[in-house]
Nanobody, 130 residues
Framework: QVQLVESGGGLVHPGGSLRLACVGS????????VGWFRQAPGKEREGVMG????????YHIGDVWGRFTMSRDNAKNTAFLEMNNLKPEDTGVYYC???????????????????????WGQGTLVTVSP
């Protein structure tokens, strides 16, 4: 069974940090582009960061520049989203998603385009509040 499972969400004060994990089963993440998305209450899902299968291929939205970092551990078949200096506007359900891409074709803004991805996790809630 192919699935992604996120973890690491929680309640944090502004300025705090969280590390989200996305564990893949039934799929080798090293052959997949992986993206992190979030959905705030009453808003549409938006892409946050993505990492492609091409070496050095990554993309992030401007709002998280300098605060969020994405990484992979292929040995653990896990992708991570390190979030620092969190703000109340970062609140939402965070999802990871994957798309098989051994051809290294998904690049740039495609990495944060929800329509590119066909495998989704169930989400983990991040709440940033005083």
């Amino acid at each position: 069974q192919v699935q992604l499972v996120e973890s690491g969400g929680g309640l944090v004060h502004p300025g705090g940090s969280l590390r989200l994990a996305c564990v893949g089963s039934g799929l080798p993440l090293e052959d997949y582009s992986v993206g992190w998305f979030r959905q705030a209450p009453g808003k549409e899902r938006e892409g946050v960061m993505g990492m492609g299968t091409r070496v050095g291929s990554h993309y992030h939205i401007g709002d998280v520049w300098g605060r969020f970092t994405m990484s992979r551990d292929n040995a653990k078949n896990t992708a991570f989203l390190e979030m620092n200096n969190l703000k109340p506007e970062d609140t939402g359900v965070y999802y990871c998603a994957a798309r098989r891409d051994p051809w290294k074709s998904v690049v740039g803004t495609e990495l944060v385009d929800p329509s590119v991805y066909d495998i989704w996790g169930q989400g983990t809630l991040v709440t940033v509040s005083p």
